[in-house]
């Protein structure tokens, strides 16, 4: 990505408030333990269990959020570890740019104006200026499992709709732990577990454009296959 490493990270954050997303409102801990527990009844395989929780707020996330978005606007390569595959292709491609289209109409963003367009990208690495960042990692050990990674997918599924059942938002996402050595560092992940996927959670501002984005998708004749029905 292309930016200006040169711009204060401060002053990056205060010109962008303007599409934070989330209310300027703290998140209990109470609450947030009452998703988790919600969400650890989740499908996992012979009980495993492998998912962990490291849920990150206040001055520790601001500095996550700072070293992710200064490395990547220097142009550091990103550190992700959790496996990907090469990039999305055809009617998959056509889907991700469907909604990018959506969500920069919403938000007046227009295609030639490339730097409201870095804008919108950069609060991915910041985590959307959500007061809470929830990072979801597993066991090593079970690297090679793709049980584990079908178990995470599952209960980050169950976790964001325990939040939105208690009226909060979230965004699962892979920009807020692009640079993994900083997410380390400041969340204190140890060494045998794998940083998998973010979420991005808090009250989200209904005035906010973007949040009323419903994204298209194909319908139950385009996904399924019955056999043997009559």
């Known amino acids: 990505m292309s930016?200006?490493?040169?711009?204060?990270?401060?002053?990056?954050?205060?010109?962008?408030?303007?599409?934070?997303?989330?209310?300027?409102?703290?998140?209990?801990?109470?609450?947030i333990e009452e998703v988790l527990a919600l969400a650890m009844r989740s499908p996992t395989s012979m009980n495993t269990q492998p998912w962990h929780f490291h849920v990150i707020t206040g001055e520790p996330l601001d500095q996550i959020r700072r070293g992710n978005t200064e490395r990547i606007l220097a142009g550091e390569p990103d550190s992700r570890e959790f496996r990907r595959g090469e990039p999305f292709a055809g009617v998959h491609r056509e889907r991700q740019i469907g909604v990018a289209k959506q969500l920069?109409?919403?938000?007046?963003?227009?295609?030639?104006?490339?730097?409201?367009?870095?804008?919108?990208?950069?609060?991915?690495?910041?985590?959307f200026d959500a007061?809470?960042?929830?990072?979801?990692?597993?066991?090593?050990?079970?690297?090679?499992?793709?049980?584990?990674?079908?178990?995470?997918?599952?209960?980050?599924?169950?976790?964001?709709?325990?939040?939105?059942?208690?009226?909060?938002?979230?965004?699962?996402?892979?920009?807020g732990i692009m640079q993994s050595p900083v997410v380390r560092e400041h969340a204190g992940i140890p060494d045998d577990q794998v940083i998998m996927k973010a979420v991005a959670m808090g009250w989200p501002d209904e005035s906010f454009p973007a949040n009323a984005v419903i994204s298209k998708r194909k319908n139950v004749d385009q996904a399924a296959r019955f056999v043997g029905f009559e």
């Open 3 to 31: 930016g200006s490493p040169d711009q204060p990270y401060d002053e990056i954050v205060r010109s962008r408030r303007s599409i934070r997303g989330y209310l300027d409102k703290p998140v209990p801990r109470e609450l």
């Open 104 to 127: 920069f109409e919403a938000m007046g963003i227009a295609r030639e104006d490339k730097e409201a367009r870095q804008d919108w990208v950069l609060r991915g690495f910041r985590q």
């Open 131 to 175: 007061p809470v960042c929830v990072i979801v990692t597993y066991d090593r050990e079970l690297s090679g499992s793709d049980d584990t990674a079908f178990d995470c997918g599952a209960v980050t599924t169950s976790l964001v709709n325990a939040a939105w059942s208690r009226g909060l938002g979230c965004v699962i996402n892979s920009q």
